[in-house]
């Protein structure tokens, strides 16, 4: 196509450094699970890539699972890279990952050698590119040796495949044990990808906000809007056009309770008072600790990424709303 970014895609975005290496990556990035599989709309996926991109969102994050089918949003993504967005390559950060299942049999899932190194090879088929920038291992898995799964990030990096790796859903001591092998590799892992949002504060209770603050590794924070219970989206019921109606897969309808919406209205109060909508607040909430390096969001629409954006506008939270904030997700 045609597509030409917008020559002031820089001027508005914040770029913060990934820990203490040498990548910055934006306060906001892109998420590619839902919405880019085979059951949605391919000119949608154009434009959300370009009105991200056009507002100085440089990184976009998958992962070899993402569809429906696993692998669609890859093949999707690599789409719109050779048809549009090919020329700005260099101006963008894309990663993938391998963890989850993601074919048959005893070799397409969890931590073995042999399954990162095939399916990253997979991912870059489907992509078309040589290379991803962050390569990531998904989840931690109980029964491969670290250290194996560690040194497949390593032979990944040496052969040019990636040149920063990450890890995804581990906690503290096990990214502690991870990164000191791979220091002793010279690896360059630089990011840990975890949940993280006003819902689930998992990664301050087991360790790796602290471990990884400590290691001077970054943080980039996936499902940031609790998967959209987090905005105005079911403030007055379910709508048609919602990821509870259109796609169920990880977001039931019986996880918006009485209580949870109850919730989400009082927190939509606060957001109206400081002038964001809620979705807003819920990223700027997650901003507001400097050593976070990025939310991922996700999106429907382009319209939900020009919102979105607006969050880096005003990230300071007052002691009182901070503690009010609390205080209604405990209740
Ligand atoms: P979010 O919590 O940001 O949820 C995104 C959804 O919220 C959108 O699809 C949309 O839903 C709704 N939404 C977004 N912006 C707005 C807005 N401004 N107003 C109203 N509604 C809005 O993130 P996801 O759960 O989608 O995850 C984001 C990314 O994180 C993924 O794409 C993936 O890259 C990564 N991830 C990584 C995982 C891992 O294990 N490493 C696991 C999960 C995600 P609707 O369809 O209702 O419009």
Redesign the pocket.
Known sequence: SMYTSNEKRYEKMQYNRCGKSGLKLPAISL?????FGDNSDFSNMEQMCFTAFDNGITHF???NN?GPAEGAAEINFGKILKESMHKYRDEMIIST?AGYYMWPGPYGDWGSRKYLIASLDQSLQRMGLDYVDIF?H??MDPETPLEETMEALAQIVRSGKALYVGI??YDGPTLEKASAILTELHVPFIIN?N?Y?IFDRTIEKNGLKEKAKELGKGIIC???????L????YLNGI?E????R?DGRFLKENQLSDNKLNCIRKLNDIAQKRGQ?L?EMALAWILKDDYITSV??????PS?IL??IKAIENTTFTESELKEIDSIVAS
Request: aromatic letters at 8%; a positive charge; charged letters at 20%.
């Open positions: 998420g590619l699970w839902h919405n994050d998958l992962a993402y990952k990531y998904h989840r995804s859903n990808q949940r949002n996936f499902s940031p809007l609790a998967q959209g987090l905005t105005n989206r709508p056009d919602s990821r509870i259109t909508t979705a991922i969001i996700g999106a429907s629409k939900q919102d979105n």
